[in-house]
Nanobody, 124 residues
Framework: QVQLVESGGGLVQAGGSLRLSCAASGRTFSSYGMGWFRQAPGKERVFVCTINYSGTSTYYADSVKGRFTISRDNAKNTVYLQMNSLKPEDTAVYYC?????????????????WGQGTQVTVSS
């Protein structure tokens, strides 16, 4: 069983930065892709970005491209989300998840395990 624990969320002003972390345990971390999704109040969970098992391939939603960066440290069993130039519309609960495959994925059904989420609030 894989356990994921997100951290790093908080309150930040528009234009600011935050770095989220997602620590994994219980399975060989370097064997699978990872991704970040977010869910705003009253809305569905949507894809943010994803990374393959080795960190050599990444993909971003258009809404965050150029502002967010996903990375992973397989030695630390951790995936990161660096968020720069934050906007009020980035306000949401951010979730990390494990992909069933070595590649990344934009499809929620491809994800096997999820963390509990971390709140990000961007004030205007």
């Amino acid at each position: 069983q894989v356990q994921l624990v997100e951290s790093g969320g908080g309150l930040v002003q528009a234009g600011g930065s935050l770095r989220l972390s997602c620590a994994a345990s219980g399975r060989t971390f370097s064997s699978y892709g990872m991704g970040w999704f977010r869910q705003a109040p009253g809305k569905e969970r949507v894809f943010v970005c994803t990374i393959n098992y080795s960190g050599t391939s990444t993909y971003y939603a258009d809404s965050v491209k150029g502002r967010f960066t996903i990375s992973r440290d397989n030695a630390k069993n951790t995936v990161y989300l660096q968020m720069n130039s934050l906007k009020p519309e980035d306000t949401a609960v951010y979730y990390c998840g494990t992909v069933r495959y070595r590649s990344g994925s934009t499809v929620p059904n491809d994800y096997e395990h999820w963390g509990q989420g971390t709140q990000v609030t961007v004030s205007s």
